[in-house]
C-alpha cells in the first residue's frame, strides 16, 4: 500500500513536473518568436524580391532555390529538393470584361479562372445568363443554356462563423461550374469572386474540367460587379444583356519543380517524422502573402526557433515548402509517395494554409478517441497565448496525400482567425502590406509549439 | 423519493431547455447580425460623414446629434442627451518637430500630445537626451535634465500576448513623463509612440500634468523617428544632438457636451439597468473607427439586434455613447453620478473600447467565485462563435465610476483579439479601412448574446 502511494505520487510528481517543463518550453518558443522572430522580414523577400510565383514560371524556379538557401543559412541537418512534375498555365495579356446592355459597353474586372483555356483571339460576345447553383443550371438544361454565358453568382453565405465553410459552400461555382456549363452548351462562364468581401478585384482559383469534355473559357469576375450585373438582369428584359470577354490564358508543357525541404535530424528516431508545411507557389494575380508565403514563411521558422533554443528533436522534424498547391497539388503527391517509397514512418503532418492570422488553434484527422483525450490535456498549455481551439477535423491538400501513403499518420490544420482571408485569397490585395506581424508571429509560435509537444509526447 | 426524482428530472429537463433556448437565441443573434447587420455601415457615416471628434469640437457636437437620431430612427423606448461639460482642448497648426545635426536638420513626424501646452511661437530648441523609463528620469536628475528636451523611448515590450500589457507597461512614459520631467526642469518632451509597429505615424494621447507643477510642451514622435533619434543619439558625442519643436495647441473653455443614451425598458424591472457602451468622442488625428467608433456603433447595434428580434428584456436595457473618454472621463463620471441621483439599481455594464476585432470574449470584474462559476457555464454557449474566454477582471474607463456609484455592479470589458488596436491607435491609421466588416459583426453579436444572457439569468 505504501509502495502504490508513493508511486503514486511520483507519476502525479512527474506529471506536475512535465506539464512544468512544457510550460517553459512553450514560454520559451513564444519569446524567441517575439523578440527575434524572423519570419514577417522572410516573407517581406519573398513577396517583394520575389513576388507572384504560379507553378512552372520563372519566379517559382527563383523561390525553390531562395527557399533552399534559406534553410541553408539556418543550418538545418538537411537540405535538399524533391523533384516533381508540374503544369504551367499562363495568364497572358491581362482579360477584358465588358456588360453590353444595347449601345451601353460597361468595363468590368475579370480575371481567367486558373487551367481555363483561352477564348478565340476576338473574345467571346453571347447572351448572359444568371444562375445560384449547378443544380438550377441542371433544370435549366441544354435548351436554355446552349450558346449563352453562364454567370455563376450565389454569393457566401455569411451565417457561417467560419469563412472557410462559406468558401467551401460556394466553392463548387468555381471549380466545377465551367464543366458544367460546358456539358450543356455554354461557351463561356463568369463566376462571382469567391470572397464576402464587396470589391472591385476578381479573386481566381483553378477550375477543373472534365477530362473528355469540352473545355469553355471561365473567369472570376469581381463581387461589385457581379452584384452590378445581376441588377441589370433582373431589370432588363429586352434587348437581352449580353457579355464580352477575351482572355488569353494558355498550358504550357509540364515544367521540372521542385519542393524545398529541410529538417533537423531526430536524436533518437530519425526515420521518424514530423512534417509542417505550407506550398510555395502562388497565383500570378499579387504576391501570394497570406497565400500561402506565411505557410511556407512560418513553417521554415517554427524549425529554426526550435534550433535557436538548442532543442533536440526525439524524431527528424521537416520543413517541407510544397510546389503547386494552386493548380494541380503535385507536390504533395510526390511529398507521401516518396515518403511511401522510402519507408518513412510519419508521425504527423501539420499544414499552414489558411494565412497567416491570429492563431486559435488545431484541427486534427486520425486521432483515436484516447488520444484525442491526451491532445485535449494541451489545451491547457496554449490557453495563455489564445491558441487553445483544439478540434476533430483538420488537414489541407498537400499532406491529405500522406494519409493513405504512410498509414497511421495523423494529419493537423493550422487554424487561423478566418475572417479577413477571403478578402485577400487569390486577388491582387494578398500583399505583404495585409499581413500583421505578431498575428504571423503568434501563429509560427503556437505552431513550434504543437510539433514540441508531439515530438515530446507523441500522441499515445 | 418518487416526488424527489420527478422534481430532478423536472430540473434537469428544464436545465436543458433553458440551454437549448439560450443556444437558439445566440444563433438567431449573430444570423440577424451577419445578414442585417448595420453597424458596419454606421460606422462609415460616422468616421466619413463625420470624421475626428474630440471633446468640444463642432464635430463631437454633430456626433451627438446624429447618434441620437440614430437611436431615435431604432425606435428605441427612450432617447436623450445627459449634460456633460468637457475641456476643449484644440491642437491649432500642425506640428514642427526636427532632429537637429550640426548644420543637418531632418524632419521628424511628431503630434502633440493631449492637454499638452504649446511651445513659445518661435518653438523649442535644446539638447536633447534619451531615457527609458521614470526611473532613470529619477537617477540623471536635475543637474542632468535641467534645460534639456526629455525624449522618453522605451519600446513595447513584445513578449506580451496581449497588446494592451504592452500598452500598460509603456504607458508611463506618455502618462506621467512630461510632468515627471517638468520637475527637474526639463523644457519639452518627446515620447516614443506608443505602439509595437514601426511606422511613420505618430500616436497621440492625453498626458497629465501635476495639478500645481510647471506644464512644459510634450509630443509624441513616431516610432521609426524615435529609432532614428535613437541611433543617432548613442552614436553622436559632440556636437551634441539637439532637438526642435513648436506646436500650437492649446486649452480653451470647458464646453457643453452630452452623452447619448438610448433604452430598452425593462418589463419586469424597469428600475434595473444593463448598460452597453463605447465612446464617442475621439483623438483628432484621424476618424476614431476602432477607438471607439466601433465601440459605440456595436453597442447601438447589440440594442439594435435585441430588438429586431422582438426581443422583450425583463431588465432596461441602455446602449450609451459616452463623452470625452479620450481626455478627461467626464462622460463616464457624469453617467455614474446620475445613476446614483436617480437611486437606479445596476446590474451589468459592458464596455467595448479596445477596438472592432474578432471578439475572443469578456473580463468580469466584481463577481463572486460562485457567480463567476455561472458565468463559466456560458462559455459552451459562446464556443461556437469564437468568443468564449470569459474570464475574471476587465472593464474600461467609462463605466468605472459606476463601481463605487452603483454598488453591486458587474462590470465587464469586451475583449476583442488584440493584436492590431494599436497598430492604429490615437493615430492618423485608424480610420474605416481598418475595420473588417466580419470582425466588427461578430463582436456585436458576442456583445448582445451578452446581454441577452445577463438579462434572462443575472449572475446568480
Known amino acids: 500500500m505504501k509502495l502504490k502511494i508513493t508511486l503514486l505520487f511520483a507519476l502525479i510528481f512527474s506529471t506536475v513536473l512535465l506539464k512544468a517543463q512544457d510550460s517553459l518550453m512553450l514560454r520559451k518558443i513564444y519569446d524567441e518568436e517575439l523578440v527575434n522572430g524572423q519570419c514577417y522580414s522572410n516573407l517581406h523577400y519573398l513577396c517583394k524580391n520575389i513576388g507572384p510565383r504560379l507553378s512552372g514560371s520563372a519566379n517559382a524556379q527563383k523561390a525553390v532555390e531562395w527557399g533552399k538557401k534559406l534553410m541553408e543559412s539556418y543550418g ?28 451601353n459597353k460597361i468595363s468590368v474586372p475579370i480575371a481567367a479562372l486558373g487551367m481555363s483555356v483561352a477564348t478565340p483571339k476576338e473574345g467571346i460576345t453571347a447572351n448572359i445568363i444568371e444562375v445560384r447553383s449547378l443544380k438550377e443550371l441542371d433544370t435549366l438544361g441544354e435548351s436554355v443554356i446552349k450558346g449563352k454565358i453562364v454567370f455563376f453568382n450565389r454569393p457566401f453565405d455569411p451565417r457561417f462563423i467560419e469563412t472557410l465553410r462559406s468558401y467551401g459552400t460556394a466553392g463548387d461555382q468555381r471549380n466545377a461550374g465551367p464543366a458544367a456549363a460546358a456539358k450543356y452548351g455554354a461557351v463561356g462562364v463568369i463566376v462571382r469572386s469567391l470572397t464576402e468581401s464587396l470589391d472591385n478585384y476578381p479573386h481566381t482559383g483553378a477550375t477543373r474540367y472534365a477530362q473528355d469534355g469540352i473545355k469553355i473559357p471561365a473567369a472570376a469576375i469581381s463581387t461589385k460587379a457581379a452584384d452590378q ?201 494578398d500583399v505583404f502590406e495585409n499581413v500583421n506581424k505578431r498575428e504571423l508571429e503568434l501563429g509560427t509560435a503556437s505552431i513550434a509549439s504543437l510539433i514540441y509537444l508531439i515530438d515530446q509526447h507523441g500522441f499515445n
Open 76 to 103: 538545418f541537418d538537411h537540405v535538399y529538393l524533391q523533384e516533381v512534375m508540374v503544369p504551367h498555365w499562363v495568364r497572358g495579356a491581362k482579360e477584358v470584361g465588358m456588360i453590353i446592355d444595347g449601345k
Open 229 to 429: 450585373l445581376s441588377i441589370m438582369l433582373r431589370r432588363r428584359k429586352l434587348p437581352l444583356i449580353k457579355f464580352y470577354f477575351k482572355q488569353n490564358c494558355k498550358m504550357l508543357p509540364d515544367t521540372l519543380s521542385y519542393n524545398v525541404v529541410g529538417e533537423l535530424r531526430g536524436s533518437e528516431n530519425p526515420n521518424k517524422f514530423i512534417t509542417v508545411g505550407g506550398h510555395l507557389d502562388s497565383w500570378d494575380l499579387a504576391e501570394g502573402a497570406h497565400d500561402d508565403g506565411t505557410g511556407v514563411m512560418g513553417s521554415v521558422e517554427a524549425v529554426r526557433i526550435l534550433k535557436a533554443l538548442g532543442y533536440r528533436p526525439k524524431n527528424t522534424i521537416r520543413a517541407v515548402f510544397f510546389m503547386n498547391e494552386e493548380n494541380g497539388d503535385k507536390g504533395g503527391i510526390k511529398y507521401a509517395e516518396l515518403a511511401a517509397q522510402n519507408k518513412e514512418e510519419h508521425i504527423a503532418a501539420i499544414e499552414s494554409d489558411l494565412g497567416g492570422f491570429t492563431p486559435r488553434g488545431f484541427g486534427f484527422t486520425g486521432l483515436s478517441v484516447g488520444q484525442f483525450k491526451n491532445v485535449t490535456a494541451w489545451k491547457q498549455l496554449f490557453e495563455p497565448y489564445g491558441s487553445s481551439r483544439l478540434v476533430i477535423g483538420g488537414g489541407g491538400s498537400d499532406i491529405g496525400p500522406l494519409k493513405e501513403k504512410t498509414p497511421g499518420i495523423i494529419l493537423i490544420g493550422f487554424d487561423p482567425d478566418s475572417q479577413r482571408y477571403f478578402d485577400v485569397h487569390h486577388s491582387a490585395n
